[in-house]
């Protein structure tokens, strides 16, 4: 079985606009920045806010194709490349989870270096001149192939001097038009010492919060699909990225909206999905494309491969002054 992807055969992009709302209320929490906190902007609609940043839905993206229970992929994503880290035998990180993708440390910075060591194999051809990019997608494929879509950059200086990148092929971000203010707060109670230490963490603290309304909420998503074709891997593989793509945007949709604590949403609008580029493009049901996948991914099993790494270093803290500032929250 395979989905029809024909009106999408020419189109340089495949674009939706899906408005949303909370499943229950009106409220809900934003993501926050460090020293800015929620992320609202003046635009033509008025005050404007950043529900969801493009970083957090492309890590959404991932984590409704992993199965927690069996620390593997979900099994329409059976065959799919990956590469799996063990720490003393046992289920350490994925590629599959990691932010970085193939770039993470686990995979690259520990004494294990068989994998470095098989990247630098087969990308040392790469080390000089300009970059052949249908040459770096297919290595990409074989170990990875959900990069094509989340996007890396080997920074390694081993690996071509660390010039090997693949732009993210497939974003979303959720915005949010038209929005006030909802103030409230608490009391984080301590019912044994309510006047103790609260610097040490006794006592009763108030705190004040903050969470929004809004006149709408829109998920955008954009699939690049003149940069997939631009690798020049064939329709087979063109095919299967286009269906994984398109099924993680329907697991999201399904069972990946609840953001945090308070904020929880659901599409608007009941029934099919239309795309807003192309015209007239639906966004097929989950089964269908969970069907659909299984069946691409085995067309092209003898493109990709699991491969198994080993961390077994030290996992060591950063000082204050060597770490970074913290992320978005999620």
């Known amino acids: 079985m395979s989905v029809d992807l024909s009106a999408l055969s020419g189109c340089p992009r495949l674009l939706f606009s899906i408005p949303l709302r909370p499943v229950q209320g009106q409220r809900f929490q934003p993501t926050g920045f460090p020293g800015l906190g929620a992320a609202t902007y003046q635009t033509t609609e008025g005050q404007s806010l950043l529900v969801e940043s493009a970083q957090s839905m492309a890590n959404r993206l991932e984590m409704v194709c992993w199965d927690e229970a069996t620390q593997a992929p979900v099994s329409e994503?059976?065959?799919?490349?990956?590469?799996?880290?063990?720490?003393?035998?046992?289920?350490?990180?994925?590629?599959?989870?990691?932010?970085?993708?193939?770039?993470?440390?686990?995979?690259?910075?520990?004494?294990?270096?068989?994998?470095?060591?098989?990247?630098?194999?087969?990308?040392?051809?790469l080390a000089e001149g300009p970059i052949n990019r249908r040459r770096l997608a297919s290595v990409l494929l074989k170990y990875d192939a959900g990069s094509l879509l989340h996007?890396?950059?080997?920074?390694?200086?081993?690996?071509?001097?660390?010039?090997?990148?693949?732009?993210?092929?497939?974003?979303?971000?959720?915005?949010?038009?038209?929005?006030?203010?909802?103030?409230?707060?608490?009391?984080?109670?301590?019912?044994?010492?309510?006047?103790?230490?609260?610097?040490?963490?006794?006592?009763?603290?108030?705190?004040?919060?903050?969470?929004?309304?809004?006149?709408?909420?829109?998920?955008?998503?954009?699939?690049?699909?003149?940069?997939?074709?631009?690798y020049g891997l064939g329709k087979d593989i063109e095919e299967m990225l286009i269906t994984l793509a398109l099924y993680k945007l329907a697991a999201l949709l399904s069972r990946g909206?609840?953001?945090?604590?308070?904020?929880?949403?659901?599409?608007?609008?009941?029934?099919?999905?239309?795309?807003?580029?192309?015209?007239?493009?639906?966004?097929?049901?989950?089964?269908?494309?969970?069907?659909?996948?299984?069946?691409?991914?085995?067309?092209?099993?003898?493109?990709?491969?699991?491969?198994?790494v080993t961390f077994d270093d030290q996992v060591k803290q950063a000082t204050d002054s060597e770490g970074d500032e913290a992320g978005e929250e999620e």
Do not use: W
């Open 257 to 308: 909206l609840r953001m945090r604590t308070a904020c929880d949403m659901e599409p608007k609008l009941e029934g099919p999905l239309l795309a807003s580029r192309p015209k007239g493009f639906v966004l097929p049901a989950l089964n269908e494309l969970a069907v659909a996948l299984s069946v691409a991914i085995g067309r092209c099993k003898d493109s990709m491969t699991h491969s198994t």
């Open 77 to 125: 994503l059976a065959g799919l490349s990956h590469v799996t880290v063990k720490r003393q035998g046992e289920f350490f990180t994925d590629t599959m989870l990691e932010a970085h993708r193939l770039n993470s440390p686990y995979l690259l910075e520990g004494s294990d270096k068989s994998f470095l060591e098989k990247l630098k194999s087969e990308l040392g051809v």
């Open 151 to 230: 996007g890396v950059f080997l920074a390694k200086k081993e690996l071509a001097g660390g010039r090997l990148r693949i732009a993210r092929a497939l974003s979303a971000f959720i915005e949010a038009d038209g929005v006030h203010v909802a103030a409230s707060g608490g009391v984080k109670n301590d019912h044994v010492n309510p006047s103790g230490d609260t610097k040490k963490g006794f006592g009763n603290v108030p705190f004040a919060r903050d969470e929004f309304t809004a006149e709408c909420i829109t998920l955008f998503v954009n699939l690049d699909l003149a940069l997939l074709r631009g």
